[in-house]
């Protein structure tokens, strides 16, 4: 591993810590009622997300399917937005329309937010598309998850994109369960990066529960990419702690698999771990902590008091 | 303005020409489009003036194809994407309904979807069940995207070019057998026609007929054999599916109090069921007799010569159901 600044280690730390902070709080207001739906949450994956987000310029888009929260606040919706989403309010990112699984924002180039797996991929590959045509030197970010490597769409992308030489990373997040089915029983070969080796897209693989791996990884990805070489895959290995959403008791697993995935790989300990190492104090640790705090708290306490979208909300944004 | 006589695969043509020279966002993708001109050689010479950057072949890849004009469209170009067949866009109905149709509403309005699908729709000839199917209720049951199915080649390029400006998604449906059928075109390259408006054919005050599409064919197949039978019946091509131009049909049935809707379509929870339920909500007052739809009868189109034409609308299915409503 490389070394990086205090500065880029604490930046790291505290977008990570967002999203498990965020998510938790999310599901104690699912838990008290105010969530409705079906929610799902990041905790465990968050170093997908950061390592990602932080090889993201201006100029590129992302897209991811369902499991969104985490990823379009590191794009940089503001979590009040996203939290007020969650609750169904008129303050919420999407009015309330859109809820936990279809959030946007074309302001910061972040196009959803999907819930049908797999249909995130050919959107993506047209983002890229649109980079293309406008030589506008971006490419686009398109997360992919273990169950949505199956669905044909995700071929007929990677064909297209690589045929066309599209500017597109695939990020295969693999945390090893479509829903309630482990990746052996539902995916004939289980190396996700070689899945586009058939249509000459090179993959590689990555430990997706470290975010300087995550980082690093990536970067070298998208470098490719924007190099002009087309698409490429990175399969990012990573783990879900909760269930598939808040309506998933998890029954397919045992407790001591989950267990163990925490004691040794969980991102944000390990993060704390590199921290300490580099000699960063623990009260600035504590700080960084009570600044994300403050800022869920925030998030929760707005989405609980933004109002409920007026019923004339109904028919709007239904045409142009 | 003059006038000139084209097939409507011409006008179809002109439109995303005039377009394309308007708009460089402007570009078409699909099966054939380019090298090829086109399976049904509505793209004739567009691969030529534009080059291949916006005149795409794909891969036979509905789905593929679909969701990629769709992110394009997210990204603020505008897409045409070309189906051989609306029987084939039936791989690609998930990007069409969950990713274009419904991605304003489930953004708050922040992400807008201006893409048109466009291509062949309903029976030809011979085709057999699973080239021939009419899916104009399909989609027409869809809020979030307008549906276009127009029938004379001015509005073919009318309503395409507006299509093409819309900034809403729009699947533009049209009819193998249309494309050689020849018609007066304006000789005018901003000639728009507006989304959402039908338009009264012939003037009549015995009875209102109304189609779309090719199912206008029938109608005007079928004027002759009715004001030969002394019936003056006003005609009327809705052109537009949705937003559906029901204040026309209603105008109408202010002079006749009779309705009868042609659709090549499947008649269970069809256009014709439709707006006879809009006329029984808005209408109930203006109508004399219970309103009378011919369509596609309740089965899969046949191959066998017989059977298809059997299967479809024609002159004496318009007959009966017309004397059947003015109860002659």
């Not at chain 1, 797996?117 to 997360?143: M, N, Q, W």
């Not at chain 1, 995916?187 to 058939?198: D, E, K, P, V, Y």
């Not at chain 2, 791989?91 to 309904?97: G, K, L, T, V, Y």
């Not at chain 2, 269970?268 to 006879?276: D, M, Q, R």
């Amino acid at each position: 591993m490389k070394n990086y600044p205090n500065e880029m280690l604490k930046k790291l730390f505290k977008r990570m810590y967002l999203i498990r902070y965020f998510e938790e709080q999310a599901a104690v207001l699912y838990q008290k009622g105010h969530i409705a739906g079906f929610c799902h949450l990041y905790i465990g994956e968050e170093a997908v997300a950061e390592g990602v987000s932080e090889n993201v310029t201006a100029k590129d888009s992302i897209i991811t399917s369902y499991r969104d929260h985490g990823h379009i606040i590191l794009a940089g919706v503001e979590p009040r937005k996203v939290m007020a989403e969650l609750t169904g309010r008129i303050g919420g990112i999407s009015k309330g329309k859109g809820g936990s699984m279809h959030m946007f924002s074309k302001e910061h180039n972040f196009y959803g937010g999907h819930g049908i797996v797999g249909a995130s991929t050919p959107i993506g590959t047209g983002l890229a598309f649109a980079h293309k045509y406008r030589e506008d030197g971006g490419i686009c970010f398109a997360f992919i998850g273990d169950g949505a490597v199956n669905q044909g769409q995700v071929y007929e992308s990677f064909n297209m994109a690589s045929l066309w030489e599209l500017p597109i990373l695939y990020v295969i997040e693999n945390n090893h369960y479509a829903l309630g089915t482990a990746i052996k029983r539902g995916c004939a070969t289980t190396n996700l990066s070689i899945r586009g080796s058939g249509f000459d897209i090179p993959g590689k693989q990555a430990d997706g529960m470290n975010v300087f791996a995550v980082l690093e990884a990536v970067k070298e990805c998208a470098e490719y990419v924007r190099n002009g070489n087309g698409p490429m895959i990175l399969e990012l290995d990573t783990y879900r702690y909760r269930g598939h959403s808040m309506s998933d008791p998890a029954k397919y697993r045992t407790r001591e698999e989950v267990e163990k995935v925490k004691e040794t790989r969980d991102p944000i300990k390990t993060i704390k771990i590199e921290m300490q190492k580099a000699g960063i104090p623990e009260s600035e640790i504590d700080t960084i902590e009570r600044e994300v705090i403050a800022i869920v708290d925030d998030a929760a306490d707005f989405a609980l008091k933004s109002p409920i979208p007026e019923d004339s909300e109904l028919y709007t944004d239904m045409l142009i | 303005m003059g006038l000139k006589n084209i097939a409507v695969r011409e006008a179809l043509r002109d439109a995303m020409a005039e377009e394309m020279r308007r708009d460089p966002n402007v570009f078409l993708m699909g099966e054939e489009v380019a090298e090829y001109n086109g399976s049904y050689k509505v793209s004739m010479g567009l691969l030529d003036e534009f080059g291949p950057k916006r005149v795409i072949d794909t891969p036979i890849t509905e789905m593929g194809f679909s969701g990629i004009g769709v992110g394009a469209a997210y990204a603020g170009l505008r897409p045409i994407v070309e189906f051989m067949s609306f029987n084939f866009a039936m791989q690609a109905i998930d990007q069409i309904i969950n990713s274009a149709s419904k991605v304003l509403y489930m953004s708050g309005g922040d992400i807008k979807c201006p893409i048109v699908f466009r291509g062949a729709n309903g029976p030809s000839m011979r085709l057999a069940a699973q080239h021939s199917q009419c899916y104009a209720s399909w989609y027409g049951h869809c809020p979030g995207m307008k549906v276009v199915a127009p029938f004379f080649a001015d509005d073919m390029k009318g309503l395409l070019k507006a299509s093409i400006r819309d900034e809403n998604p729009v699947v533009f449906l049209e009819n193998e057998l249309l494309y050689g059928m020849k018609f007066d075109v304006p000789e005018d390259d901003d000639y728009l026609v507006e989304v959402g408006k039908a338009r009264v054919v012939r003037q009549g005050k015995d009875v209102t007929l109304v189609s779309f599409s090719y199912g206008m064919k029938y109608l005007m197949d079928a004027k002759d054999a009715l004001t030969d039978a002394g019936i003056d019946p006003e005609i009327i091509d809705l052109r537009t599916i949705r937003p559906l131009d029901i204040d026309t049909i209603l105008e109408s049935l202010k002079k006749t109090n009779r309705l009868v809707v042609v659709e090549q379509g499947l008649p269970f929870a069809g256009i014709a069921s439709e707006i006879a339920m809009q006329v029984m909500e808005k209408g109930f007052d203006l109508l004399d007799a219970p309103v009378l739809r011919v369509t596609a009868e309740d089965v899969h189109v046949p191959y066998a010569e017989r059977l298809e034409q059997i299967s479809i609308p024609n002159t004496q299915k318009i007959l009966a159901a017309v004397r059947n409503v003015m109860g002659k």
